[in-house]
């Protein structure tokens, strides 16, 4: 089994102590690429320079996550541009809009969201997307972007059918994460899975964060990590009502189409 990890913050501090053993257990189960998440002007440059020690594996995002987007400005606008421009960066984001937590007031995020959706525009990448309570909003704005970029993930999807509904009809790409491990709050996407086409589903870990709930024996720790990737390959296969082997190759495939691995 040949997996992708499309999104790991694998530059959060609890990675510092032994990333070499977090890649080397994730390559156990299978998870031999992964793309490291860019969620901040200075996350992105880790995310970069951390990528850039693993030619090969990892890749990266660089974007600002919309709880960061109060300190977006000029200067980090440029450095973003300036990120994109190398071969390891792999898509514009994290970026997007959150009005769950409103760390960022909605209007800052809206604007910095379409300043990062010009970015992608001006670069012809595609988008690591992230939206939170903001549906309406979020789709709005990315209408009047779609055509214009090659490509969008709307990452780690926890919405209702009616958003899934309006993502696929805009073409985007849905990120699956272990939420739909979460009888509490993922039961929905059990059933939603089913609706994603083959070639618009992407799976992901956003480890440290959303450990698989259904992950036995669960790790005293509670980090999540790209391993257990494969157990959310599995977990989908089963709802999806295919073999895990059909659905980590067409996963992967397709988060080779989309992220311009294939071949690299």
């Known amino acids: 089994m040949d997996l992708v990890d499309i999104g790991a913050n694998l530059g959060h501090e609890s990675f510092q102590h032994d990333m070499d053993a977090v890649l080397q257990r994730a390559a156990a189960q299978g998870v031999n690429r992964l793309v490291v998440t860019g969620a ?51 898509a514009i984001g994290e970026t997007g809009l959150d009005y769950n937590r409103n760390y960022s007031p909605r209007d800052v995020q809206l604007r910095v969201f379409e300043r990062q959706l010009q970015i992608a525009v001006d670069r012809g990448m595609p988008l690591f997307l992230h939206q939170r309570d903001a549906h309406a909003d979020f789709l709005a704005l990315l209408r009047r972007y779609r055509d214009r970029v090659p490509a969008a993930v709307v990452h780690c999807f926890t919405d209702t059918a009616e958003a899934l509904r309006d993502y696929l009809a805009l073409d985007c790409h849905i990120g699956i994460t272990g939420w739909i491990c979460d ?77 311009g691995l294939a071949g690299l």
Do not use: Q
């Open 183 to 259: 009888e509490r709050r993922g039961l929905h996407l059990r059933e939603l899975v089913r609706e994603i086409p083959a070639n618009r589903l992407m799976i992901e870990t956003d480890a440290p964060y959303l450990l698989p709930r259904t992950v036995r024996p669960p790790p005293a720790h509670r980090r999540n990590e790209p391993m257990y990737l494969r157990h959310i390959c599995e977990e989908i296969a089963r709802d999806r009502g295919e073999s895990a082997e059909v659905t980590a190759a067409n996963s992967t495939a397709t988060a080779e189409a989309f992220f």
């Open 40 to 90: 901040s002007r200075e996350g992105s440059e880790h995310a970069l320079a951390l990528a850039t020690t693993h030619p090969g594996r990892l890749y990266a995002t660089a974007g600002v996550h919309p709880h960061h987007a109060i300190d977006y400005d000029d200067a980090t606008d440029a450095r973003l541009r300036e990120l994109s421009l190398g071969p390891i960066v792999r």
